[in-house]
């Protein structure tokens, strides 16, 4: 049995992955490990460190400081433990913000990136430097994977992560009765569920591929349409259809339209399950199960 070292299984990301590794991939044994209790010690015997933790966006512009010492310090001192603990594979979640913002055009892998506005999108271009830093010269194999906006209901009501978009819809479907777009819901986003993700990460691990990779869903839509589905779903689920309002004005301009292909990664033999449906009604069903601790 092959060892994996996991971070932020307490999060989001982190959590769902746990979830997948311990019911999906029987030949993997998790450990989980805390980054607050420093980097002493990694387990002995690791086939491979799967790397979720890091400060969101919204933590991150509250304290760069604290961003890059948690984003960017955190990931070296981790790449560094496991190239001298002879860890083959690192997987670290990485995010298509890198691409600049809004996003536009068709981002490619192959692309400059800009300069970064934020200190999220600082953070992660600079930890996905770390990453591949100790790459030449050793048997260590990288895999940098950059998410668009993951959705789905997390594995525990503990994390509340209802500041995404679709996740905030359908807390907003059952606890409010209507689905509100603070904006014109013109915005375009790449949506991807937090299943695919799992899988894509576990194809990773199970086939060792190394290397950079967009992971989005091939669904781009506006908000306005991701609140359409949403409300489609709750009417199954919830047996009403909630009312969408937009309190963004009618005549904004919609925003760029872009493209995030995922060729480079479906090349290895990945392929979507693009279970969006599915994805949306077990989040309804979350919310509706524990209520108010969904706020």
């Not at 068709?106 to 930890?127: I, N």
């Amino acid at each position: 049995m092959k060892k994996l070292l996991l971070t932020g299984a307490s999060g989001y990301l982190g959590g769902r992955l746990w979830d997948y590794f311990t019911r999906q991939m029987p030949g993997w044994e998790v450990v989980c490990f805390s980054l607050r209790n420093g980097l002493a010690g990694l387990p002995d015997n690791l086939s491979a460190i799967v790397h979720a933790a890091g400060l969101d966006a919204a933590s991150c512009a509250n304290d760069p400081v604290l961003a890059h010492k948690v984003n960017v310090e955190m990931t070296r001192h981790l790449v560094q433990a496991a190239v001298e603990a002879q860890v083959r594979q690192f997987v670290f979640l990485s995010s298509v913000h890198v691409y600049g913002s809004p996003l536009a055009v068709q981002l490619d892998e192959t692309m400059a990136l800009p300069y970064p506005a934020h200190p999220y999108t600082a953070t992660k271009k600079a930890a996905e430097h770390e990453v591949f830093a100790l790459e030449t010269g050793s048997a260590f194999q990288p895999t940098v994977l950059r998410l668009t906006n993951a959705f789905g209901c997390p594995a525990s009501y503990n994390i509340k992560r209802w500041e995404l978009i679709v996740n905030d819809l359908c807390r907003m479907a059952v606890t409010d009765g209507q689905l509100v777009l603070r904006s014109s819901g013109n915005q375009r986003r790449d949506f991807v569920t937090v299943t695919d993700v799992c899988r894509a990460v576990g194809h990773v691990l199970e086939n060792q591929v190394g290397g950079l990779y967009n992971l989005g869903g091939e669904q781009v839509l506006t908000l306005r349409e991701m609140a359409e589905l949403v409300a489609d779903r709750a009417t199954i689920v919830l047996g009403f259809r909630p009312e969408i309002v937009a309190l963004g004005a009618e005549n904004v301009p919609d925003w760029p339209n872009f493209a995030v292909p995922i060729d480079r990664l479906k090349a290895t033999g990945f392929s979507l399950l693009k279970n969006v449906a599915e994805e949306i009604e077990q989040t309804l069903l979350f919310c509706r199960e524990f209520g108010e601790s969904a706020r």
